[in-house]
């Protein structure tokens, strides 16, 4: 018998996966985000971040400045489309900006260097939030928390396994009982996904707004209620594989549960908006309004304009599927914010029951 190798959990797999595949290949050979299909996305963002920035800093005494925050920026695309926009219809606030960076890969970071090397900005990189500084912020992410690892839990009779990765096929444990699972009955066969690192960052942001004024966009695929169901999937070169293939030659996501990050940051004291759907919440920003003035100003690109336009919004394309969810300092810590530009019925997450 050939020697088995050592059984590594779905979570560690996927990390390690991950890692390897944003630091060794061009990710988006494989995939395309938002940013980067059209600068309507981006452009929206960044009078979005004008708006709330203003709310921030009204509250703020001593002329603090305003951080701009991006997780998982990519190309830099979204950033370099925001920071355009601000300069332009908010220059006070420009002035007082400084950008900061979370991003792990060094191929990535070398990329998101070059794009922004014009902007007029200063730029500082991160490997995570604990060293962005205090103070007055805005964070936005696109896409980053589907990156994050997963864990997987199926129901064999009324019992948990977890998943875990053994010679490219899953295997299974022992019996488990995890916290997050909370005494739940398993239904035969049922999958349960949880990301505890994508709970993690939702938390310290969440723990940094209710200390410092401040606004988080989460922006990614997903359900807005927490549902059961294997979402893990893998992408090399536009097409699904299996999320097995060897270690960093795919990218590997999962849908984001909105509703589980909605609970981790209002239990640490935040105000949540949302989650909206990414096409209505780009409607109320005006995205039909932007699409029409880049038609009538380069009508030769029309098409592509309105092709672009579509993916982002239609409900059949990432219109639906992809979801928004603001997080927001409560009042005491930011008096001059209001409930965030898209977020239409301007009631928190989790009152609305009781309205
Ligand atoms: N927001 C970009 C890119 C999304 S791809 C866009 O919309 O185009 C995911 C991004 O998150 C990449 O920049 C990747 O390097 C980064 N990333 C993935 N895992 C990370 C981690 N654990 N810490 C920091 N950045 C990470």
């Known amino acids: 018998m050939p020697q088995r190798g050592a059984p590594e959990r779905l979570d560690a797999f996927m990390a390690r996966a991950n890692a390897a595949y944003y630091a060794g290949r061009d990710p988006f050979a494989d995939f395309v985000t938002a940013p980067e299909i059209s600068q309507i996305f981006g452009e929206l963002l960044g009078a979005w971040c004008a708006v709330v920035g203003q709310g921030i800093l009204a509250g703020c ?123 739940r009955v398993a239904e035969p066969g049922e999958v349960v996904e949880i990301c505890p690192v994508a709970c993690a960052f939702v938390r310290e942001v969440a723990a940094r707004l209710c200390a410092e004024p401040g606004v988080a966009l989460f922006i990614d695929y997903g359900t807005a209620v927490t549902a059961s169901g294997e979402t893990l999937q893998a992408l090399r070169d536009g097409r699904p594989v299996s999320p097995l293939v ?87 810590i930011a008096p001059g914010l209001v409930a965030p530009p898209g977020f239409p019925d301007g009631v928190p997450y989790g009152q609305k029951e009781t309205r």
């Open 61 to 183: 005494t001593g002329g603090a400045g305003l951080m701009l925050v991006e997780a998982g920026p990519g190309r830099g695309t979204l950033m370099v489309d925001m920071v355009r926009v601000l300069v332009r219809v908010a220059p006070h606030l420009f002035a007082t900006l400084s950008v900061h960076l979370i991003e792990t890969s060094p191929r990535l970071r070398a990329a998101q260097k070059a794009a922004l090397s014009q902007s007029g900005v200063s730029v500082t990189w991160h490997d995570g939030l604990e060293s962005v500084p205090r103070g007055p912020m805005i964070l936005v992410a696109n896409e980053f928390l589907d990156a994050l690892p997963i864990r997987q839990f199926v129901g064999e009779e009324t019992e948990w396994r977890e998943r875990f990765v053994q010679d490219g096929v899953f295997a299974l444990s022992d019996r488990v009982e995890p916290s997050e699972l909370a005494g």
């Open 246 to 332: 060897e270690a960093g030659t795919a990218d590997l996501t999962a849908h984001v549960d909105f509703e589980a990050i909605a609970h981790v940051a209002m239990d640490a004291g935040a105000l949540c908006f949302g989650p909206v759907e990414q096409g209505e919440l780009l409607v109320t920003l005006g995205a039909v309004e932007r699409a029409r003035a880049l038609c009538a100003a380069v009508p030769d690109q029309a098409n592509t304009v309105r092709t672009a336009l579509d993916r982002l919004i239609a409900p059949e394309r990432m219109g639906r599927l992809f979801k928004a969810l603001a997080v927001m300092s409560p009042a005491g």
